[in-house]
C-alpha cells in the first residue's frame, strides 16, 4: 500500500508498552509516537501523515496509488467517529502472536480523530457496547479467534484495522488488501450479501433496517454501501422465484 505514514517495520508494532516503557514515556513525546524517520518520508511519495490525508476520487473512494483494487469509502478517522467496535478495538489486550500485553495504543491515533469521542466507553472499553455502534448491533469475533485462524501477525497485533490506520507500506499490504477484497470489495462476500438483502427486501439502499449487522461489518472494514456501487451489484442479483 502507499506508504502514508508510520515507521516501515514488517516484524514488529510501535505499541508495545511494558513498565520498563514508562519512564521514557515521561521523557519522549509519546510510548506510541508516530513520528517518521526520514526514510519513512521517502518511502511515502504522497508525503502523508496517516490514512486520513489519502485523497478520496469522486465516488468517495480513497485512492492508494500503489493498490488501485484497494478503495475503502471511509478513512479510519471516519469508522471511528461513526461508531465502531463496540467501543473495545483498543481495550488493553495480551496478544499470543507477539506475547506481549498492549493497553492504550489509542494515544498514538491524531488527536482529532477521537475528538468528541469518550475513550473509556467508545474507543478502549474491555465492554462491548452495542449502543455504541452506528447501527447498535453486535458484530464480529474475539480477538482469539481471529488469532487461531492464523489472521494476526505481530506487526499489528490488533489486527487489520490497526493495518488500516497504521498506513505504512509492509510485507503485508497484499495479505491484509486481500482480505479487504474478499470483505468489502467489488465481489466481497459481505458487499454482495447486503446488496442481495436489500433487492429483495424492495427497500432504499441505505435503509438500517436491512442487515445492520452486515452493514456494521463493513464499516469496519472502511466500507458504507453507496447508491452507485448498490445499482451495480443489483444487476448480478437473483430474484426469487414466488
Not at 471511528?80 to 467501543?87: E, K, T, V, W, Y
Not at 458487499?191 to 433487492?199: E, F, G
Not at 464499516?219 to 442479483?237: F, S
Request: with cysteine; glycine share 8%; hydrophobic share 25%.
Amino acid at each position: 500500500m502507499q506508504a502514508v505514514g508510520g515507521k516501515a517495520d514488517s516484524t514488529k508494532t510501535k505499541v508495545k508498552h511494558s513498565s520498563k516503557d514508562k519512564d521514557k514515556g515521561k521523557k519522549n513525546k509519546s510510548a506510541h509516537s508516530t513520528d517518521r524517520s526520514e526514510d519513512d518520508k521517502k518511502n511515502n511519495s504522497d508525503g502523508c501523515k496517516n490514512t486520513s490525508e489519502i485523497k478520496k476520487n469522486d465516488k468517495g473512494q480513497l485512492v492508494f496509488k500503489d493498490h488501485p483494487e484497494f478503495t475503502p469509502n471511509m478513512t479510519p478517522k471516519e469508522v471511528l467517529q461513526a461508531g465502531s467496535f463496540g467501543g473495545t478495538y483498543f481495550r488493553p489486550i495480551y496478544s499470543s502472536i507477539t506475547k506481549q500485553h498492549y493497553k492504550d495504543v489509542w494515544q498514538e491515533l491524531p488527536k482529532d480523530w477521537l475528538d468528541g469521542l469518550n475513550i473509556s466507553k467508545q474507543v478502549a472499553s474491555s465492554t462491548y457496547r452495542e449502543n455504541v455502534n452506528t447501527y447498535n448491533v453486535k458484530c464480529g469475533g474475539s480477538l482469539e479467534m481471529w488469532e487461531s485462524s492464523g489472521w494476526i501477525v505481530p506487526q499489528d497485533p490488533y489486527g487489520w484495522f490497526q493495518w488500516f490506520y497504521q498506513g505504512r507500506r509492509t510485507a503485508d499490504d497484499s495479505r491484509q488488501i486481500s482480505r479487504w477484497a474478499k470483505c468489502a470489495g467489488v465481489k466481497g462476500r459481505w458487499r454482495n450479501n447486503l446488496i442481495t438483502k436489500v433487492v429483495r427486501s424492495g427497500c432504499a439502499y441505505d435503509n438500517p433496517t436491512v442487515s445492520p449487522v452486515v452493514r456494521q461489518t463493513l464499516q469496519h472494514w472502511g466500507y458504507k454501501l453507496t447508491l452507485e456501487d448498490y445499482k451495480e451489484g443489483a444487476k448480478r442479483v437473483k430474484l426469487r422465484k414466488d
